[in-house]
Every structure is written in C-alpha cells, then in structure tokens.
C-alpha cells in the first residue's frame, strides 16, 4: 500500500470513527484485503484498532487477525473477550488457531477453547501438545487423504468436500488401512485418470514426508531442497496426522531470519519498544563484552607503551588495523551463520570451508596491507615502519577471516545457536588479535624503525 494512499485511508477512517459511522466503516474496511486491512490497523492507536476490528465479520476479523504485526496482535489478544475470541479462532486453520491460543494466558485459552466447536477444540489441543518450533506444532491437521483402495472418482470426491472445507488443497495423500502414508496423488495425474482407476495404480510411493518432532529450520530446508508447496507430516508409526504448506515455511523462515539477525547485534528483535528495561536487560550481555574488549586492547597497548613510546607513528595504524579485522571477521562470520542456516555448509566440512576463507584473506590481506603499507612508507618516508604496517594488516586479516568461518562451526558442533557467534564476539576476537599481532611485529622491528 503506498504512503499518500495509506494516509488518506487513515485520515477517512479516522474521520468516521469520530461520526462513529459504523456500518460505512464495516462496508468499508470489507472491501479492502484482510492484509491490507492489519497493515492499516498498525498505524493507528489501541482504541481505534479495537473500535474497527470489532466492526469485522469473524470470517475477516480471523484472516485479519492473522496479518497483523506481533504487537498489535497482542494488544489485541489482551483486549478481546473470550466470546469473541473463540469465535474469531474459531474460523481460523487448526495450526492459526493454535498459534493464537498459545499467546493467550492459561485461563483464557482455556475459556477460548471451550466455547470453540468441540472438534476444532480437540484439534487445537493436539497441536499444543507438540513442542514449539517442530513439526508437529507447525503442520495442520486439516489434511486431504484416501485409501489406496478408493477409485479415483471417490479421490476427486474428497477434494470437493476438502476445498469447503480448508479453502486449498495441493496434494491428496494415500493411506493403508491402517493410517499410515503409502504414497501422494499429484492433482494433474488424478484428473486425468480414469475415474474407475484404483489410486494405487496412479500414485507416487516415493513421498517426502517429516516426522512430528523434526526442527522447523529443517522443514524450512526441506521444503527449499525439493521445491516443494506441502508436505505431509507423519507421527512414529508413520501415520498421517497433518500437512505443513509453503505459506507457513515462509513465516517460519523470516521468524529465524529476524532472531538470527537479532543475536548477531547483539539484540533480541521480540522485545517491544516500551519495554526498555527489557532491551537493556538484553543488550547488557553484548555492551559487556565490547567494554571487555576495550578493557584487554587497553591492557595490550600499556604492554607496549614502551614500543609506541620509542616510535610514536606507530599509534595513528592501531584503529586502521582493528577496523579492518573486524569487518573482514563479521563478512565471514555472516556468510557462514547463514550457509549453516540454509543449510548449504555443514560441520564436517570445517576444514574446507577453512582453506577457502584463508585463500580470501590471503588475497585481501595482500591488497589492504600493500596498500596501508605504500601509505605509511610514504607518508613517513620509513620503508621498514611499511613494512611492520603491511605485514601486519596481511596478518590481521587473515586470522580474522579463518576466526569469522571457524567460531560458528565451532558453536554449531557443540549445539549452540552459530548467530551469537557474530557481533561483539567476533569484533573483540579480531581487535586483540589484530593488536597483538601488529604491536608484537612492530617491537620485533623497533630497531629497525628508530634506526
């Protein structure tokens, strides 16, 4: 929605809403898309969102309530009544559902889910029992299945009564008697079969399904490895109990985006604005280790006071070559946080992702240190003090390139989020590197540089 028309949107529904015109509001906010219509509620204040989401049809008001940005939503939750709650929920898939009841307090959900339909409230209920962030949590129960006996016609059949039912439907999946998937019926292969055909003979047996426990990261990877829309989901004895769509993968994937993003500033993207004991509660942790970082730079530098003492040009290359590391370490460090992410670079292969990283910053280090070391020679006329600046950003680079690759394989090995790798930890890694190395060759040198 572009700006001039989002404000004239506001302005008119503002407008309104202090004529209290009610039913042009209703008529109104109907004839937008449900997206539209939470991108509009974000921009306006908690009386107004609640005046006009009460004046939404249950149908929209689920649909609505869904789009909406996160702390909109909540106000929201906290706001409504469990009446209308249930109702709204009510309309919503089973894995909508359960996501919006698992932000509820423990008495309310409670509220919610008994004055829902007993089998939407049972279907909830399931999906609450699964961990967070798996499978299980994520699919939907609502799901399109036949028996391998049925005919095609009786296949075709299911689908009518599904898409009443669920509004979509990508792929029939077959069953045995038992429950258990046996195969998937693409829908192009079944409308152009013969109605009498068993499905049996027109289905695909080599299925990709996941377990109910698998990771959401993994299933987001899945879904990208195979191009898939769907995917089946299978409880231990492999019967199916649900299916996860594209659509959910991609809030799945843009949730960890912004977390991994948020750990690797040292920030947590959940915590709201108000909350800013809560913000720097979280950021204390990072702020911490920046000031330690200053604090053994500083211990460094009174180490070699007396080299810098004896050679005072010395002092004007320390931010040049700490910078240069840090930011050499955070490029690498980001690339393999989200290689490791997508799951384009595995643990095992640390070693070779290694030696690719080290040939880069051999390759940059050569450039930058040629460079900052021509500056220097000919800025001090001291061909050796070029030398120690040269050598020095050569190195600085190259540890900063191989620490940037090999920390967050190194946290991933032992199960620790890679993304809390990046940020001030990288950067206070590579300044005392950086700095050590360069003070160490410059007092290796100094007879050199005075001479």
């Not at 929201?76 to 309309?91: A, H, K």
């Not at 080299?307 to 700490?322: C, N, Q, W, Y």
């Not at 390759?363 to 003090?385: D, E, I, K, Q, S």
Request: charged letters at 25%; glycine letters at 8%; proline letters at 3%.
């Amino acid at each position: 929605m572009e700006e001039e028309g989002l404000r004239k949107i506001l302005n008119n529904l503002r407008r309104y809403i202090k004529q209290d015109q009610r039913f042009l509001l209703r008529d109104l906010l109907h004839t937008f898309h449900p997206a539209d219509v939470a991108s509009v509620l974000s921009h306006m204040n908690d009386e107004e969102v609640e005046y006009l989401f009460g004046l939404l049809e249950p149908e929209v008001a689920s649909e609505v309530l869904r789009e909406m940005d996160e702390d909109v939503r909540e106000h929201l939750l906290g706001s409504l009544g469990s009446e209308r709650l249930s109702e709204v929920v009510g309309r919503m898939e089973s894995d909508d559902a359960a996501d919006i009841i698992s932000k509820l307090p423990e008495d309310k959900a409670e509220r919610v889910l008994e004055d829902m339909s007993p089998q939407a409230s049972k279907e909830v209920r399931e999906l609450l029992q699964h961990r967070e962030d798996t499978a299980g949590r994520l699919m939907a129960v609502e799901v399109v299945a036949v028996n391998q006996d049925d005919t095609v016609d009786r296949a075709i059949a299911a689908i009518r009564k599904a898409v009443d039912e669920m509004g979509e439907c990508y792929y029939v999946y077959v069953v045995d008697d038992e429950g258990r998937l046996v195969g998937v019926l693409p829908l192009t292969k079944l409308l152009v079969s013969r109605s009498d055909r068993k499905v049996s003979e027109i289905m695909k047996r080599d299925v990709v399904s996941v377990p109910e426990d698998m990771d959401q990261e993994e299933v987001a990877q899945l879904f990208r490895r195979y191009d898939l829309v769907a995917v089946p989901v299978v409880d231990g004895d492999g019967k199916l109990i649900g299916r996860i769509t594209v659509d959910d993968v991609m809030e799945v994937v843009e949730e960890e985006t912004s977390e991994d993003i948020g750990r690797m500033a040292g920030t947590d993207e959940t915590i709201r604005e108000e909350a800013a004991w809560k913000i720097s509660w979280a950021r204390f942790p990072w702020i911490l280790t920046s000031l330690l970082s200053g604090f053994i730079s500083g211990s460094i530098i009174s180490t070699f006071q007396g080299t810098i003492g004896r050679f005072l040009p010395l002092a004007a290359f320390i931010p040049i070559i700490t910078a240069m590391g840090g930011n050499i370490g955070l490029q690498s460090a980001s690339i393999t946080v989200r290689g490791l992410a997508l799951g384009k670079i595995d643990t095992f292969e640390i070693w070779k992702r290694v030696l690719r990283e080290a040939r880069v910053g051999i390759m940059m280090g050569v450039f930058c240190g040629g460079t900052v070391g021509l500056v220097a020679t000919l800025w001090h006329r001291n061909p050796a003090f070029g030398l120690v600046v040269g050598v020095a950003m050569w190195c600085a680079i190259l540890v900063a390139a191989i620490m940037g690759t090999v920390v967050p394989m190194i946290f991933r090995k032992f199960k620790v989020d890679p993304a809390i790798a990046a940020g001030p930890f990288i950067t206070m890694s590579n300044d005392i590197t950086g700095l050590a190395i360069y003070l160490s060759i410059a007092t290796a040198m100094l007879k050199w540089l005075v001479g």
